[in-house]
């Protein structure tokens, strides 16, 4: 008798985290014979905490296929981190408890490195409490950092973005600098890893070229070799534009654009690092500046997909569950790289003990010897990442986004437990 699968989106959502849930669930119909229906978390792993599921075998064929073209998270995300077995028990029982309820053999998590845990995590916990369960992590980050993995489906799309939006702002600056702005900044997502920022290095093809600058959380800031690098740009150029990533660190080790908080996976909370090197760029240079925060729009911005990212996003999702229905379980499909040009790939299975909790960061020769831009190696990696355009239909001069009805699964096991 075929078994239900579970399905769930988690973390910082892409302009393409949904394309890899339509390969799962689209998938998924074609192996009816194995696989029953196939339910969603509400918000993520929450959803299968608090047995708030949503039936996606009530949507057709079509809004399925849609979601290839809308961003977001269609069935909500979420950013929790299970404990290990031993410091909460309850809530792996309470898995177990909804799972049998609702028949589910199938366990697919949608996420970067935490979520990439958190499968590994329920895939043991199957194990040791010897419940029949196939759990598959589908890979997706913007922040590119998963090991393994030759990309992370998300990233392309937003080093699209990136490379796109500074070479438009660079044009820009470059028209207004002899009477205005002299200094743009950049700030772009990417927290341990400069990928993101890399990324805007693919705008720059010549000399004098927008970004001028890019800014690594791999190379520690040193204030008085940028202002001087800042310097050099605008009285050669006329101008300069940065990118910079938000985790950039100090001397100390320290996030320049720390904010206190933390979040729910306990890291630290980081904002306002454009406005801080503006305003040392004001003070020490005398400069006119603007700046601009990437923000969810980076990760957003479906209009502007690559397609080759959206193309690997739909085939981790399809992978996920040919490994799942091939009896896999504590894996997820990784992207292999076979060629550079042309660039050409395929999937394998990564054990998620090797994924989990490593963070793939910029190699040193991926960074220019001042630490300041890309090098040629760098730019043979992210070049075909960005390439071709997958664009979503248009109505009324807007993407047409489709918006599934979610309709919610019956609560079968009769208690509530809360998150």
């Not at 739909?314 to 009896?327: L, S, T």
Request: net charge negative; aromatic share 10%; with cysteine.
């Amino acid at each position: 008798m075929p078994r239900n699968a579970f399905y769930a989106q988690s973390g910082g959502v892409t302009a393409v985290i949904n394309v890899s849930a339509a390969g799962v669930i689209e998938t998924a119909r074609r192996y009816s014979q194995t696989i029953g229906k196939v339910y969603a978390g509400r918000n993520g792993i929450i959803g299968a905490l608090t047995e708030d599921l949503i039936d996606t075998s009530l949507e057709s064929d079509a809004a399925i296929s849609a979601l290839r073209y809308t961003p977001s998270g269609a069935f909500g995300s979420c950013r929790y981190k299970l404990k290990g077995f031993d410091k909460n028990q309850a809530e792996y029982e309470r898995l177990i408890e909804v799972f049998k309820a609702h028949d589910i053999g199938y366990f697919f998590y949608n996420g970067g490195g935490d979520s990439a845990d958190t499968c590994l995590k329920i895939s043991q916990m199957a194990e040791r409490l010897n419940y029949p369960l196939q759990a598959i992590h589908v890979p997706k980050t913007i922040d590119n950092d998963l090991p393994i993995t030759d990309c992370c489906p998300g990233f392309g799309s937003v080093a699209k973005y990136v490379a796109v939006s500074i070479r438009e702002a660079g044009y820009d600056v470059a028209s207004m600098a002899k009477t205005s702005t002299k200094v743009f900044i950049l700030e772009v997502m990417g927290r341990h890893a400069g990928w993101i920022a890399a990324a805007g290095g693919l705008a720059s093809e010549n000399e004098g070229d927008s970004p001028h600058i890019i800014l690594f959380p791999e190379v520690t800031f040193d204030e008085a070799a940028f202002l001087a690098k800042v310097d050099h740009c605008v009285k050669t150029y006329g101008y300069c534009t940065i990118v910079a990533s938000e985790g950039l660190h100090a001397p100390n080790g320290e996030f320049l654009s720390e904010a206190g908080g933390k979040d729910a996976f306990g890291h630290a909370q980081l904002g306002g690092l454009a406005p801080l090197l503006a305003g040392i760029v004001k003070d020490k240079l005398q400069y006119k500046y603007h700046w601009a925060v990437a923000d969810y729009l980076q990760r957003a911005a479906r209009h502007i997909a690559s397609a080759t990212d959206v193309q690997q996003a739909y085939a981790v999702g399809q992978a996920a569950v040919e490994m799942a229905v091939a009896g896999k379980s504590g894996v997820m499909p990784a992207i292999i790289r076979t060629s550079d040009s042309p660039y050409t790939w395929n999937i394998a299975e990564a054990p998620l003990a090797s994924v989990a909790n490593v963070e793939k960061k910029m190699p040193r020769d991926f960074i220019t010897a001042d630490g300041f831009h890309i090098t040629a190696a760098c730019r043979r990696y992210l070049a075909p990442l960005i390439q071709g355009e997958d664009y979503p239909p248009y109505v009324n001069g807007l993407p047409a986004y489709v918006q599934l009805q979610n309709i919610a699964v019956s609560k079968l096991t009769g208690r509530e437990f809360t998150v």
